[in-house]
């Protein structure tokens, strides 16, 4: 782990140490572990994904306490939710990073990450306009990607899908 990326956890530990202090709620060793389970991860991920991650490093944790520490971190901006699309909601860590949007194929579902700070520009452009404070915002681009290793991907042709002739 990079001294960035142990910065970045140590000060989340710290976050959430004094939100779960200012709402009454126990500090309890998974908690903090889920935590670091999710700082030290560099993908989005779903709540399945990250209950069999901790299952392998032996941690005890029920599904319930990963849900309900999801949604703690979420309510203290240490974790981002998403909503691809599809009813199944992905995460990702959030202190420390970026804002960035996201590309997702429609035929593996794999999600990209990407940053252009002219979108950036735009935001605080119609912010100003509108005379509106935007607090953050959320791009979603979907298609399908055109990597040869689609794993989704059908290999038929355009026109083995649709017909001779058709231009879809």
Same mark, same amino acid.
């Given at each position: 782990m990079s001294n960035n990326a142990k910065d970045n956890l140590e000060a989340a530990r710290?976050?959430?140490?004094?939100?779960?202090?200012?709402?009454?709620?126990?500090?309890t060793p998974e908690r903090f572990a889920i935590l670091e389970e999710i700082y030290t991860r560099?993908?989005?991920?779903?709540? *399945?994904?990250?209950?069999? &991650?901790?299952? @392998?490093?032996?941690?005890?944790?029920?599904?319930?306490t990963v849900y309900n520490t999801l949604d703690?971190?979420?309510?203290?901006?240490l974790v981002t939710k998403h909503?691809?699309?599809?009813?199944l909601a992905q995460y990702e860590?959030?202190?420390?990073?970026?804002?960035h949007d996201h590309l997702i194929c429609t035929d593996c579902h794999k999600v990209?990450?990407?940053? *252009?700070?002219?979108?950036? &520009?735009?935001? @605080?452009?119609?912010?100003?306009?509108?005379?509106?404070?935007v607090d953050h915002h959320s791009l979603i681009f979907y298609g399908g990607c055109t990597r040869s290793n689609c794993e989704n991907r059908?290999?038929?042709?355009?026109?083995?899908?649709?017909?001779?002739?058709t231009n879809n």
């Open positions: 710290k976050i959430l140490t004094a939100y779960l202090e200012n709402k009454g709620l126990r500090k560099s993908d989005h991920f779903d709540v *399945d994904e990250l209950y069999i &991650s901790m299952k @392998n490093k032996k941690y005890r944790v029920s599904r319930a703690v971190l979420v309510d203290c901006d909503q691809f699309g599809k009813n860590k959030s202190y420390g990073f970026k804002q990209m990450e990407f940053c *252009d700070p002219r979108i950036q &520009s735009i935001q @605080n452009m119609v912010g100003e306009m509108l005379h509106f404070k059908s290999n038929l042709s355009k026109e083995e899908i649709f017909g001779p002739g």
